[in-house]
Nanobody, 128 residues
Framework: QVQLVESGGGLVQAGGSLRLSCAAS????????MGWFRQAPGKEREIVAA????????YYTDSVKGRFTISRDNAKNTVYLQMNSLKPEDTAVYFC?????????????????????WGRGTQVTVSS
């Protein structure tokens, strides 16, 4: 069983930055593909960014390209989402998710139902 705990959310003005962290349990974190998703009120959950277990493949949804960066520190069992130039439309609950089953294939998951483990989310609110 993999447990994920997000942190780093909060209230920020438009144009500001936040860094989300997701700490994972388990001794094989380095084999997990990781993703960040978000869900705004009244909207479906959408992928924001994904990072392969190997760390050399990334995916970003179009609306965050050039502003957000996903990264991982396997020594700390943690994945990060650096969010810059935040906009009010980035307001949502942000979830991290783990995919332990892609390893050892070199691929990346961008669909929510391909992720087996989820955190409880952290709220990000961007004021205009």
């Amino acid at each position: 069983q993999v447990q994920l705990v997000e942190s780093g959310g909060g209230l920020v003005q438009a144009g500001g930055s936040l860094r989300l962290s997701c700490a994972a349990s388990g001794r094989t974190f380095s084999r997990y593909g990781m993703g960040w998703f978000r869900q705004a009120p009244g909207k479906e959950r959408e992928i924001v960014a994904a990072l392969s277990w190997s760390g050399d493949m990334t995916y970003y949804t179009d609306s965050v390209k050039g502003r957000f960066t996903i990264s991982r520190d396997n020594a700390k069992n943690t994945v990060y989402l650096q969010m810059n130039s935040l906009k009010p439309e980035d307001t949502a609950v942000y979830f991290c998710a783990a995919d332990p089953f892609t390893y050892p294939a070199r691929s990346i998951r961008v669909v929510a139902d391909r992720y087996n483990y989820w955190g409880r989310g952290t709220q990000v609110t961007v004021s205009s």
